[in-house]
């Protein structure tokens, strides 16, 4: 765990979220600010700090996939995104890699539009 990262505090469980999914190897949970009317977060319990990090762990990068694969399940999306941001300039604010699952609404905003 990293003291001052809010994703391995939302694991430790000092941070509240609204979990959506959980295992002994990922976490996911819906995204206080949501860009989609389906908008989860799925992050493995052990602090990574990006996807090029999570590459290079075949296990934790299989796990996150896996989440990835089971929330769809559990919420029943037949469609959605799957977005990775990889530094600050792309957007990632929280140095913890964590996939994007966005649905709903036609996916337009997928495609710029609103």
């Known amino acids: 765990m990293v003291a ?4 391995c505090r939302i694991v430790a ?13 990922v976490i996911a949970f819906r995204d206080i ?4 009317p389906t908008h989860v977060l799925v992050i493995p319990r052990e602090h990574i700090a990006d996807i ?5 762990n075949r296990e934790a990068a299989a796990d996150v996939l896996n989440g ?7 919420l029943e ?10 530094g600050p ?16 609404s036609g996916q337009m905003w997928a ?3 609103k």
């Open 77 to 86: 999306l037949p469609y959605f995104t799957t977005i990775f941001n990889t």
């Open 52 to 56: 090029t990090e999570l590459g290079a």
């Open 13 to 25: 469980e000092e941070i509240p979220a609204d979990v959506v999914y959980t295992d002994d190897r």
């Open 68 to 74: 990835v694969r089971a929330v769809s399940r559990q």
């Open 33 to 36: 600010m949501p860009k989609a």
């Open 111 to 113: 495609h710029g539009q």
């Open 4 to 7: 001052d990262c809010l994703f």
């Open 89 to 104: 300039e792309s957007g990632q604010t929280v140095l913890h890699v964590h996939a994007h699952i966005l649905s709903g």
